[in-house]
């Protein structure tokens, strides 16, 4: 038995919001998209996106203190999950991602980790961290 790969699944509000801006600021393509999923791709990397659109939530008042999450696609969960992605030319894609505005601050930069990598994060639309890394 080997493992051979992990796709991210992100928690997106608005599938065709996030696929607009995995396109244009983030330089995927979109393999495949639904109405509630969609796969984004780039060289050998996919992520799927998945729409958190369960907006029940807001209208159970007390019930919200005793059981906040009833379906798992609640809309407040969208923006809450992370990935981390290698890459091969962290300087380039850092330059080309602060270009686009996506770097997760604006004092975001390349930082060398003890762990040997050199990484930098970002974030979609809905505010999902990604974080680039390269070895070194």
């Known amino acids: ?14 599938i065709k919001m996030s696929c607009e801006y995995y396109t244009n600021k983030l330089g995927f ?5 639904e ?5 984004a791709v780039r060289d050998e990397i996919e992520i799927h996106l998945w729409q958190a659109c369960d907006k ?9 203190v005793l059981k906040p999450i009833l379906t798992g696609a609640e809309t407040f969960i969208a923006g809450t999950a992370s ?3 290698q890459v091969q030319g962290i300087n ?4 080309e991602y602060k270009n686009q505005g996506v770097l997760h601050s604006p004092d975001t930069i390349v930082e060398e980790q003890h762990w040997a990598h050199r990484e930098f994060p970002a974030v979609d639309n809905h505010r999902n961290l990604l974080t680039f890394y ?3």
Do not use: G
Request: charged letters at 30%; a positive charge.
């Open 83 to 85: 990935c981390r992605i």
């Open 56 to 64: 029940s939530w807001k209208w159970r008042s007390i019930l919200l």
């Open 1 to 14: 038995m080997r493992m051979q790969k992990t796709i991210p699944a992100l928690p997106v509000e608005s």
């Open 134 to 136: 390269e070895i070194i």
């Open 29 to 33: 393509r979109i393999r495949h998209q």
């Open 92 to 95: 380039e894609l850092y330059e």
């Open 35 to 39: 109405e509630t999923f969609a796969i």
